[in-house]
């Protein structure tokens, strides 16, 4: 949590990851300025999406500002 308050500070896209499922730990981090949270257990493919997303976000003009 500590991590996503740091970077969301900085303007740094953060996907947050956690190997203990949480709907708590999802909405903190969520609500901190972190782009997603996925839990470890969760398909590769599917972070890797997750990833890619957080990288178009950073990138977008509105993001940047």
């Known amino acids: 949590v500590e991590?996503?308050?740091g970077c969301s500070e900085r303007e740094v896209p953060v996907v947050a990851l956690s190997d203990i499922p949480?709907?708590?730990l999802e909405r903190t981090v969520l609500s901190l300025?972190?782009?997603?949270?996925v839990p470890k257990n969760d398909d590769p493919d599917a972070?890797?999406?997750v990833v890619q997303l957080?990288?178009?976000v950073?990138?977008?003009p509105s993001f940047i500002q």
């Not at 300025?33 to 949270?37: D, E, K, L, T």
């Open 47 to 49: 972070l890797e999406q």
């Open 58 to 60: 950073a990138r977008a």
């Open 33 to 37: 300025g972190a782009v997603a949270y």
């Open 22 to 24: 949480s709907t708590e």
């Open 3 to 5: 991590l996503v308050q």
């Open 54 to 56: 957080a990288a178009t």
